[in-house]
């Protein structure tokens, strides 16, 4: 075989054929390929009592030309761009930016001068800088760094819990000159980028290391940053890919039932008042305590109407505006129709990553997209169910609309790698 492939003819043949695919990282697979389906075509014609060089000669003209050849290869490798899924996050970007401006405008001095818009233009802008570097990467490499940065997440969050500032009632920002960083969400973010990439548990010893390792310990710093609604959004990232990756359903529902045992145990201990927010709004029994912030949320909503109450309309009783409270502003300003438009672009940004999960044959890939979605879907989800009285107010923002410098660029890279992993699906080694 590697006498074949040095063979003057079939290097000339190709790198002819090569030449007329992009996607250069494949070039090596294309080769290896048709130098298999040549010594296929070789083997035949010598069977026959022809000689070496004529068989090459004839194999090589049986492959067809190698502009066709190479022009056929280049449409099986070229890279997919959902452009559906990209003008979605275009226009959640400009319905973002359009946002932070009526929040402004509606509440001028809450910024003491600060330029929510302008910040939001340029990490707009940087995001899709972002965007565009990941769709020249190669995401599998991201699987040999898998430990790395579960490791870095959980350094990150452990630092923060020591020296970080408290922004907002939560201790998960890293003052870094005038920019704070929110290792919260980058934790979040970095952790679920590790979990696909780290071997599943094989006996009850590693059942007992992998739970500990990947899920009590990053609850603990969530706790400690005092994020645990980021924490929940991080465990039900890791409960689906433990479903995905169980060794037995016995496996599965132990470990579930162990975890949530000492989750509640520990949450009643030294939460009470956790507790009390996240089933305390089903009743409203508490309107100036645990349910004024869904209450409030509620009403915001209810008031809003068809028309809403127009650009930058004041709302002295609804908290955070700009960024936890951010929906439901927008409907305050814009009227349930903006709402529902929102709620169904969002809809259709979870429907179409799950169609590319379907499409995706690469199992750390899917594993991937599953995860980022995970992470975005909940972030989607929750904010609308608040709004609607279904679920506790937990200070969730809803992706690209609120305003937050940091969560902006993860969402941005979230929506890159999906993308990115996306345009690999179609690049396969076929000649069929």
């Not at 609120?402 to 660029?409: D, E, F, M, R, V």
Request: proline residues 3%; charged residues 15%; contains cysteine.
């Amino acid at each position: 075989m590697k006498e074949l492939h040095s063979h003057p003819l079939v290097q000339r043949f190709l790198a002819e054929v090569c030449r007329y695919v992009r996607a250069k990282e494949q070039h090596s697979d294309i080769k290896a390929e048709l130098v298999d389906h040549l010594a296929d075509r070789i083997m035949d014609y010598t069977s026959r009592g022809i000689e070496k060089e004529e068989s090459i000669a004839l194999a090589i003209a049986d492959m067809g030309a190698a502009d066709v050849v190479g022009s056929g290869l280049h449409r099986v490798h070229r890279p997919l761009m959902d452009w559906s899924l990209a003008g979605i996050l275009l226009l959640f970007m400009a319905m973002g930016i359009f946002a932070v401006y009526s929040a402004q405008a509606g509440w001028p001095q809450s910024g003491n001068g600060y330029d929510f818009v302008g910040k939001s233009v340029l990490f707009s802008v940087l995001g899709i800088g972002a965007i565009t570097a990941l769709w020249f990467c190669d995401y599998r490499k991201l699987k040999s760094y898998s430990h790395w940065l579960f490791a870095i997440a959980l350094a990150l969050m452990a630092v923060t819990a020591a020296t970080g500032i408290e922004i907002n009632g939560a201790t998960r920002y890293l003052s870094i000159g005038s920019f704070q960083l929110d290792t919260a969400m980058i934790g979040m973010f970095l952790l679920l980028l590790a979990l696909p990439g780290m071997p599943p548990a094989r006996n009850v010893k590693q059942d007992i290391f992998g739970v500990a390792y990947r899920l009590l310990i990053p609850l603990a710093l969530f706790h400690m940053c005092e994020s645990m609604a980021v924490g929940a959004v991080y465990t039900a990232g890791f409960f689906i890919h433990l479903w995905l990756t169980r060794r037995t359903m016995k496996q599965f529902w132990i470990i579930i039932a162990g975890v949530f045992a000492l989750i509640a145990f520990e949450g009643i201990r030294s939460s009470p008042y956790w507790l009390e927010r996240l089933t305390s709004f089903m009743t409203l029994n508490d309107p100036q305590g645990a349910d004024y912030y869904v209450i409030q949320t509620m009403e915001t909503f209810r008031s809003a109407g068809w028309s809403g109450h127009g650009l930058g309309a004041f709302n002295e009783r609804l908290p955070f505006h700009h960024s936890d409270s951010a929906f439901v502003y927008f409907i305050y300003c814009f009227g349930w129709g903006a709402g529902i438009g929102i709620a169904a672009m969002a809809l259709l940004f979870i429907v179409k990553v799950i169609q590319l999960i379907s499409k995706q044959r690469d199992d750390y890939g899917k594993l991937l997209l599953i995860l980022l979605l995970t992470m975005l879907g909940v972030q989607f989800i929750i904010p609308i169910l608040m709004v609607l009285g279904l679920a506790p107010y937990v200070g969730i923002a809803f992706p690209f609309l609120s305003y937050g410098n940091n969560q902006l660029l993860l969402h941005c890279v979230t929506v890159g790698l999906i993308l990115t992993i996306n345009k690999r699906r179609n690049m396969r080694t076929s000649l069929n």
